[in-house]
Nanobody, 114 residues
Framework: QVQLQESGPGLVKPSQTLSLTCTVS?????????WMWIRQPPGKGLEWLGA???????YYSPFLKLPTSISRDTSKNQFSLQLTSVTPEDTAVYYC???????WGKGTLVRVDS
């Protein structure tokens, strides 16, 4: 059974960097699929942030205003998201997701607040 689990701080201060890691079990991030980050701000819809594929190529949303980085640690079967210079508008539930119909992680709420 493939499982994804997000981890990271639940509170980030404005202008700081938001960093999240997704740990994958039951599948390898180097063999197939795109491994994605998606978020949902309170009361709003889902927003695709970007992805890293099995070859390590990265893809980012053209609509995201913040500098964004997605990377991976193949030795740990993890991939990560960094958003730089966050604002309160970046408060959201962040999900890591495998392409082609999932699965999804449970999501982690990150609040940007001083």
């Amino acid at each position: 059974q493939v499982q994804l689990q997000e981890s990271g701080p639940g509170l980030v201060k404005p202008s700081q960097t938001l960093s999240l890691t997704c740990t994958v079990s039951g599948d390898s991030i180097t063999t197939n699929y795109h491994w994605m980050w998606i978020r949902q701000p309170p009361g709003k819809g889902l927003e695709w942030l970007g992805a890293i594929d099995y070859d390590g190529n990265t893809y980012y949303s053209p609509f995201l205003k913040l500098p964004t980085s997605i990377s991976r640690d193949t030795s740990k079967n993890q991939f990560s998201l960094q958003l730089t210079s966050v604002t309160p508008e970046d408060t959201a539930v962040y999900y890591c997701v495998r392409s082609h119909a999932g699965p999804w992680g449970k999501g982690t709420l990150v609040r940007v607040d001083s």
